[in-house]
């Protein structure tokens, strides 16, 4: 007869082997892997060669890496604070009493859920320069001022913009996280707010935003860490990982990939994973820290 | 808020939904739109909805025609005597010069108004020109035909095909199993790894979060805490040596690194089928007990049974992210064959250079509309599914 306590563990064990066998191949390993990788030349043809400090002081100096940066920094500081905007818009107009929210909300949800190729596919096709909808439809009001309406995809200056736009119609999921958690403020407190005399707008500041405030820090956070790592939409929609136009949508995920797997600097692109990584990190404890402040958490 | 619905308050709110609900909807609709168009059509200013099919009398039998122009001053429609395939000009009217026209003559005085058409040019019809006319816009019958052929030519030539063969008008080269593949080897590569992936996911899922869940052994909360510690890294951190794994076990150019890692857990499905099993009484458990249970049956036949929302969400989103994602099969997926849909459609995209853009449409739509259909039918446990990961994480 077996101790119960370890009966308890191989039991344990059991139930749990798979996943630790899972963290173990597809998560630990590569994590410490990738940290070695950092600081080695590797190209996976060869065995890694230690080279210590060598890749992040080449990142230091690296232009691309930093125009990658900026690229991905430039698009996470309009895509969050707008697809915040755009979506939290959606889930208080929806939290009205209206008829047909459930049709409204299917509809608004939807394109969040399109494959990023084929909503890639199509949003090339809207801002086809030529031929594309928006422009057919912008060139009348460009005219007013002799003007053209700009190439987006095709032109350095506006194709980041485009695929902030772009994201603005995937914004449907958060739209649902804040319609649940608004459905969740309790109605008493707006009734009592509204007897003290608050107006809509008064409600909507004091009542409704700080209690709904976790999930809105929760939503911002997940979508700088979604931003930060941007890949499939530009990839598709520059045609390839060189971020065409002149480079204006190599964001730093693209970067990191043509460097592993096009120029089979391993090593190096490990370097930039860490640096991504560390760089989110610091993002989620500086969120925190405000969060700790603002947030106001139920109890 | 029965105090403020005024009929303004309410006004303003209905015209706001409506109008963002035509925006939200209007990129799909018009992706369908497109996809059923002639492309001449898709390139129209300003451009129009409905697919449109003109027919006119030429030569003595109705054809299909593209409207090429129209005529914008007083014209003549000179033909060259003796030409069989119809040698055509179009001349203005004012200050024309038979003289500098010798051996032609005039067939027909257009009207501003007229219609420059152009019998449709078919990739069959390949040993003629195409006729050419001016006709007057009353001779020219339209009517709307939504092109649905388009889906079974953009489908075969996204598997290889030159929209020639797959239009069946030149003779198709020789199938080759190392670099052609058709649609249909796409669409099952695609389930493979959406199914496995899918039952590999709930399964193991839910196994080990019943480790974690409802058994308490020494070690748990450490490994846990670790779990949850997983769901920080990025996943470019794990790419390049991932990469490698896959490579070592002789799996990249394969589906496997596409669905097998889902039968060994995922952090977050961990965390959220464990949420739901702790909620289950902790009486029914300790009854099977005493009636002799295993832990296996009592997982098996109680917490499960009681779980089956949460089982339900996991499965559709892994469903899901298996059916859109993109760099996973861009990074393990090397030979056409193997495809999955959405590599198969940007690779269709990146080869033929994006201007036939209904057959681009058309195959978008093909891997939009599972995803569409399957939001209909399971609406509710997406609803439910987004509401509990996005609140409670």
């Not at chain 1, 995920?253 to 760089?279: E, I, P, Q």
């Not at chain 2, 020109?129 to 035909?145: F, I």
């Not at chain 2, 036939?356 to 446990?381: D, E």
């Amino acid at each position: 007869m077996m101790h119960g306590e370890t009966r308890r563990l191989l039991r344990g064990l059991g139930f749990t082997g798979l996943w630790i066998v899972g963290l173990g191949v597809f998560t630990a390993y590569p994590v410490l892997a990738s940290l070695y990788y950092s600081f080695c030349d590797y190209s996976i043809l060869q065995r890694p060669v230690w080279i210590g400090l060598e890749n992040f002081r080449q990142l230091a100096t690296d232009d691309v890496f930093w125009l990658s940066l900026r690229n991905t920094l430039f698009f996470a500081a309009f895509s969050v604070p707008l697809g915040t905007i755009v979506s939290l818009s959606l889930a208080l107009l929806l939290n009205q009493e209206v008829r047909g929210r459930a049709f409204f909300r299917a509809l608004f949800y939807l394109p969040s859920i399109v494959p990023a190729v084929a909503s890639s596919m199509l949003w090339l096709w809207i801002f086809n320069g030529q031929h594309g909808v928006l422009n057919q439809a912008l060139a009348p009001v460009f005219a007013l001022w002799g003007g053209q309406p700009p190439a987006w995809l095709g032109d350095p200056a506006w194709a980041k913009p485009a695929l902030v736009l772009m994201s603005l119609w995937g914004v449907g999921n958060s739209t649902i996280i804040y319609l649940a958690g608004l459905q969740d403020v309790p109605r008493e407190l707006h009734e009592s707010a509204e007897l003290d005399g608050a107006g809509p707008l008064r409600r909507l500041w004091h009542v409704t935003l700080p209690m709904i405030s976790p999930v809105i820090y929760f939503n911002v956070v997940m979508g700088m860490i979604g931003a930060m790592q941007v890949f499939t939409q530009a990839f598709i929609m520059s045609g390839g990982p060189d971020g065409n136009p002149a480079r204006s949508t190599l964001f730093y995920a693209l970067y990191l990939y043509s460097t592993a797997f096009y120029d089979l600097r391993m090593g190096y692109a490990s370097a930039m994973a860490w640096v991504l990584f560390l760089f989110i990190a610091g993002l989620t404890w500086f969120a925190n820290r405000i969060a700790a402040k603002r947030v106001h958490y139920a109890s | 808020m029965t105090s403020r619905s005024s009929s303004a308050y309410r006004f303003a709110i209905y015209g706001l939904l409506g109008g963002l609900a035509l925006l939200f909807a209007f990129p799909l609709v018009w992706m369908f739109a497109t996809s059923i168009k002639p492309v001449e059509q898709t390139m129209e200013s300003p451009p129009t909805w409905l697919p449109r099919e003109h027919r006119v009398l030429l030569g003595g039998e109705q054809v299909e025609v593209n409207l090429d122009a129209r005529v914008a001053a007083p014209s003549l429609w000179l033909v060259r005597d003796g030409s069989a395939g119809g040698e055509h000009r179009l001349v203005p009217a004012e200050g024309f010069d038979p003289a500098a026209f010798e051996g032609w003559r005039i067939a027909a005085r257009p009207e501003p108004g007229w219609w420059l058409v152009t019998e449709r040019f078919s990739t069959k019809v390949r040993e003629r020109a195409p006729r050419r006319d001016v006709v007057p816009p009353d001779a020219v019958q339209t009517r709307v035909r939504p092109r649905w052929e388009n889906y079974p030519v953009a489908l075969a030539s996204m598997g290889g095909r030159s929209v020639e063969a797959a239009e069946g008008s030149v003779e198709e080269r020789a199938f080759n199993p190392e670099t052609d593949a058709t649609f249909l080897d796409f669409l099952g590569n695609t389930l493979v790894v959406c199914v496995l992936g899918v039952l590999g996911a709930v399964l193991s899922n839910a196994i080990i979060a019943y480790g974690f869940a409802r058994l308490k052994w020494r070690g748990r909360d450490a490994l846990f805490a670790l779990t949850l510690a997983t769901m920080m890294v990025p996943f470019p951190v794990l790419m390049v040596p991932l990469y490698g794994v896959f490579k070592d076990l002789g799996w990249v150019g394969t589906l496997l690194p596409l669905w097998a890692p889902a039968w060994f857990g995922g952090a977050f499905n961990i965390f959220l089928m464990r949420q739901v099993f702790r909620t289950i009484p902790e009486e029914l458990s300790e009854a099977a007990r005493i009636d002799g249970a295993s832990e296996w049956r009592i997982f098996w036949q109680i917490v499960l049974p009681l779980s089956r929302p949460v089982l339900a969400v996991v499965a559709l989103f892994h469903f899901l992210h298996a059916w859109n994602d993109f760099l996973g099969p861009l990074l393990y997926l090397t030979r056409k064959p193997t495809f999955t849909l959405a590599l198969a459609l940007q690779n269709f995209q990146s080869q033929q250079g994006g201007v036939q853009w209904h057959h681009l449409m058309a195959a978008s739509m093909v891997t939009v509309l599972p995803v569409i259909v399957l939001f209909f039918f399971a609406q509710k446990t997406f609803i439910r599914g987004i509401a509990t990961t996005g609140s409670k994480s």
